[in-house]
């Protein structure tokens, strides 16, 4: 019941603890509430950014000029939203976001395909097979990764030109996949490392050839790292700006250059809620595939920073 | 021959979308070249770009923004261990934080500067929010002026990296032996000391990963300043890759555009290198103690 | 040095209970081992000891005081943990001293202290060395010292010599038991291995899925088993255990019929505390060095019986031969110069002294 040690027992060590702190059992600790407060602000200040931006895109226009930012819509309408969708500007033409999205669909399965066939088979070759440079080239590529876009960007736009795809989906999809070359062949490289090198041994003596091999044996095994890889790609060339401005031209300009001219290029008269319609549109579709496979994400980023 | 024809794309993508790149780069910046390659060298001259360059005042304000910025962003590191070493205590709801201040890596920096370009709009943004709750005098207003714009600039880079740093320490805090905190809780040691003596100097690498990686994200800076002030007011928030790509696209000067990236590969190698170097005694000392 | 009390302790995670109304006194200055396979919940039991978790219900008295409530830093123990737990990223003195930091000593005290405990566990040479680059003896002895510089009256030790090869294991304990021996600290130990048990304590506590088998000193442990688990689990090679029906025969006296081998064993003359009903079920134990060779005319015994050979192990200073016994095979401990003369399927007569067994209930696992 006292808190005074009797004298007597008293372990020698204790004598200069000082107070002695009580705990009640199942009491939830005053520096708890302080933590989680503070996690609160934190996790406040992340999201309401995104509140705001959501709440106006709802409201009519005579809401958004009164100011109110935090206050959900007395009215919601849809208008934003469709008038972003099909009709917003960019100062050459008034087509919609609709244009971009479809773009950015359309530059997102090349990319994908070029990026993950290529960094793979490579990833795997360095990996699994006797390659005697094997380990200087990955020492390039580890400084590959790092370079940035600018010193290689205008030789690119002179090799895309030259190749005939300036322009053009294929053109952007090319880009990506050299980028992303060094990156991903480092992820599946480490990824197929942790394979036992007796399984391809084995698989070897088994008269399996290289491309027998990578088909039926290290493909089945990769369904994890091709998650998280897709992810990570799936992210980066949607929320691609620089190299689809740069070699995207007119035509297949994706959805955020698209809204970068409307918002932040075009004169003329600025139309909030529609505008930030169409920033939602454009954050869509990768917040979608972090929402629903959040877990993998955030190996994939990890994946990225940690390069071997 | 199978896994060398195999890696034949790769080779050819490293030594020509980057060697030959490279190398071509750097050779043009030697040159006059403006909207189209000019490959003749003048050898009494072959540093007129870099001269141009340095004395150019936009450039010297990217390289001072480009080190506000760093450090600025700095911010988002300590902010990303504080909210690690919270949540790892955190038992309620770790998830649910960690989902939250994750997102918004998956937004798109167009669609975050944007964002924080209508927070900081004075009609719309905080700064009205501010005064309709009756604090008239409430100026938020930063990317109006020259020398707050790039606060506002670092405050959405904190709030798109916050949550990867986040992620980062928490992987590193988690690899730490469950065991070092029993001890210390037995020890008796104040929350502070345990951090500051033992977690922090334990999570050194994760730390300078941290570091390195900001770095290298703060030079490629390029959406951000677009979607936020694109580049205003005036030149105040111009940053090197901005700079860049401005010399080429505005300008048509392929020669003056290829230094200034030529440059900025110099400050990636500068930051590259201590990396590189650090890894390879780190790998060096772990196999010295036999772990 | 204080007693430690537990009191009808109780913890369950969720649903699934660990431990229930365990009872246990550790006297002044004793060393207490909790002994028992992985999952039995003598790890448990000490982390809330040290109050690393929360009971579920009862209390821990340490001295007088009840520490059911308190923090671990206020309950006055040490913990030598089990992966050593040092502080990487400081020297041995420095792990020395971060413990006493908290306790608001003055400098010369802590330093004192850390010399102290150098000499007394011989790393003072290390003392400016970090942990990786220690080896795992001199890190085990840098967390042993770590505990003593705080001069706790309770010391608690948490598996700590699993992670060290055999021979620096035997020497660790010598040095462990002197240890106890000088300074008299009330001491809990937990480890799964029964030599360090047997080596060590004064008083074992044999655990098994969260109730207390059987509390007592080593040798009572090894003599008298209160049940199959201990008989089983103390000693090296296990003990021999015979399944076996009881047997009335007149005036009351009782026999035993292996099932495996057919011979009738006379169970007059054993001290039973609950006399076996005829037809029941019983488990005889014996173990493999208490055989009787001698023959019929030696020690008294309660059967004798007469199996070959499935081999025999030799290990230098004693062997050991596995006889067949049906599908069991029977340990038995054998002088090693005899042992050379053997090969499989010689066949050994051996005998049951009655002074040896031990008759547990089939069903309960109790000894009867």
């Known amino acids: 019941m006292s808190t005074e040690p009797a004298t007597a027992t008293m372990p020698v060590g204790l004598s200069g603890a ?28 992340v999201a309401i950014p995104l509140y705001v931006v959501i709440v106006t895109s709802f409201k009519p226009i ?34 919609g976001i609709k244009v971009g999205f479809f773009n950015s669909l359309a530059i997102l399965f090349p990319s994908l395909v070029l990026s993950i066939a290529l960094a793979s088979v490579t990833g795997y070759a360095l990996a699994l097979w006797n390659v005697r440079w094997a380990g200087t080239f990955l020492f390039v590529l580890f400084i590959c990764a790092f370079v940035p876009f600018q010193i290689i960007m205008i030789p690119l736009i002179v090799l895309v030109a030259n190749l005939g795809i300036y322009g053009t989906v294929w053109g952007i999809a090319l880009v990506h996949a050299i980028l992303a070359m060094p990156l991903l062949t480092l992820i599946f490289r480490n990824f197929y490392k942790d394979i036992p090198q007796e399984l391809i041994n084995a698989a070897i003596m088994d008269s399996g050839s290289f491309w027998q091999i990578f088909r039926e044996i290290v493909l089945p095994m990769s369904a994890n790292i091709m998650i998280v890889v897709l992810i990570l790609m799936i992210t980066t060339v949607w929320n691609d700006y620089l190299v689809g401005l740069t070699f995207g031209g007119i035509s297949a300009a994706p959805m955020t250059v698209i809204l970068a001219n409307a918002v932040v290029t075009s004169r003329g008269e600025v139309i909030h809620n529609v505008n930030m319609a169409a920033a939602l549109l454009t954050a869509i579709p990768p917040l979608v595939v972090y929402f629903a496979l959040g877990r993998f994400f955030v190996q994939g980023i990890t994946a990225g920073a940690i390069k071997g | 021959m199978a896994p060398q024809i195999a890696l034949t794309p790769a080779l050819v993508v490293t030594l020509v979308g980057f060697a030959w790149a490279i190398g071509w780069t750097i050779y043009m910046s030697f040159t006059r070249s403006r909207r189209f390659p000019d490959y003749t060298i003048d050898p009494a001259d072959w540093y007129s770009q870099y001269e141009r360059l340095f004395g150019n005042d936009a450039w010297t304000t990217s390289l001072r923004n480009l080190i506000v910025l760093a450090l600025g962003s700095a911010l988002a590191i300590v902010f990303g261990f504080i909210l690690a070493a919270m949540v790892e205590r955190e038992k309620f ?28 709009n004075p009609s719309l943004g905080i700064e009205a929010f501010l005064r309709g709750l009756g604090w008239t005098s409430a100026q938020f207003n930063w990317l109006a002026a020259p020398d707050t ?21 928490l992987a590193g805090l988690k690899s730490i032996n469950t065991e070092i905190w029993s001890a210390a809780r037995l020890d008796g040691v104040s929350l502070w000391k345990l951090y500051t003596e033992i977690i922090i100097p334990m999570m050194k690498f994760t730390f300078l990963t941290c570091a390195i990686l900001l770095s290298l994200g703060v030079v490629k800076a390029y959406d951000i300043v677009v979607a936020m002030t694109n580049g205003g007011p005036g030149t105040s928030t111009w940053t090197p890759a901005y700079f860049a790509i401005n010399a080429y696209s505005t300008r048509s000067n392929i020669g003056f555009a290829s230094a200034a990236a030529v440059i900025m590969l110099l400050i990636t190698l500068a930051i590259f290198l201590p990396l590189a170097l650090v890894t390879a005694w780190h790998h060096r000392q772990r196999e010295a103690a036999g772990r | 040095m204080p007693r430690v009390q537990f009191e009808n302790i109780t913890k369950r995670y969720g649903t699934i209970p660990v431990l229930q109304n365990l009872n246990l006194t550790v006297e002044e200055g004793e060393f207490l081992v909790l002994l028992g396979p992985s999952g039995c919940g003598k790890t448990t039991l000490l982390n809330l000891l040290a109050g690393l978790i929360e009971t579920t219900d009862g209390r821990i008295l340490i001295g007088e005081r009840d520490v059911t409530d308190l923090d671990p830093r206020d309950r006055g123990l040490a913990m030598v943990f089990q992966s050593y737990a040092l502080y990487p990223t400081k020297t041995v003195a420095g792990n020395l001293r971060f413990g006493l930091s908290a306790q608001k000593l003055d400098r010369a005290d802590i330093e004192q202290r850390v010399a102290w405990a150098a000499k007394l566990l011989q790393i003072e040479p290390l003392l400016d060395r970090k942990p990786a680059h220690l080896s795992g003896g001199q890190r085990q002895r840098v967390a042993i010292g770590r505990a003593l510089v705080k001069r706790s009256g309770v010391l608690l030790f948490d598996e700590p010599l699993s992670n060290l090869d055999a021979k620096l294991r ?88 292996f099932d495996a081998i057919g011979t009738q064993l006379d169970l007059s003359g054993y001290r039973f505390a609950a006399a076996p009903a005829d037809g029941k079920r019983l488990c005889i134990g014996l173990r493999p060095e208490h055989f009787g ?32 016994a049906g599908d069991q095979l029977v340990a038995m401990r054998i002088d090693p110069a005899r042992a050379r003369t053997l090969k499989s399927g010689d066949r ?19 000894r009867l």
């Open chain 1, 18 to 45: 000082g107070p002695v702190l009580r705990r009640r059992r199942g009491r939830i600790k005053g520096s708890s509430i302080a933590v989680f407060v503070f996690l609160c602000m934190c996790a406040a200040f």
């Open chain 1, 62 to 95: 005579e809401e958004v000029t009164l100011g109110r930012i935090f206050a959900l819509p007395v009215h919601w309408t849809l208008t934003p939203w469709y008038k972003a969708w099909n009709t917003l500007c960019t100062g050459l033409s008034c087509d």
């Open chain 2, 93 to 120: 709801g770790e998830g649910v934080f960690r989902t939250i201040f994750l997102y918004p890596l998956a937004v798109s920096l167009i669609v975050t500067g944007l964002v924080w370009r209508w927070m900081f």
């Open chain 2, 149 to 169: 714009a790039m606060y506002g600039i670092i405050i959405a880079s904190i709030w798109h990296g916050m949550g990867f740093y986040m992620a980062l320490m």
């Open chain 3, 170 to 257: 035997t020497e660790m304990r010598l040095e462990i038991k002197k240890l106890h021996t000088e300074l008299g600290q009330t001491i809990v130990y937990v480890t799964h291995d029964q030599i360090e048990a047997m080596t060590m304590a004064t008083r074992i506590a044999v655990m098994n899925s969260g109730v207390i088998q059987q509390f007592g000193t080593p040798d009572d442990i090894y003599d008298e088993p209160a049940n199959l688990f201990v008989a089983r689990f103390i000693g090296s090679p296990a003990m021999n255990v015979f399944e076996a029906i009881a047997k009335g025969g007149p005036n009351g006296a009782i026999s035993a019929v």
């Open chain 3, 293 to 324: 060779t001698d023959g019929p005319n030696g020690a008294r015994h309660a059967a004798m019986f007469d199996l070959p050979i499935r081999h025999c192990e030799k290990a230098g200073s004693d062997a050991t031969a596995y006889l067949e």
């Open chain 3, 348 to 366: 050994l007569q051996a005998s049951f002294p009655l002074d040896r067994i031990h008759v547990f209930d089939a069903q309960t696992g109790r």
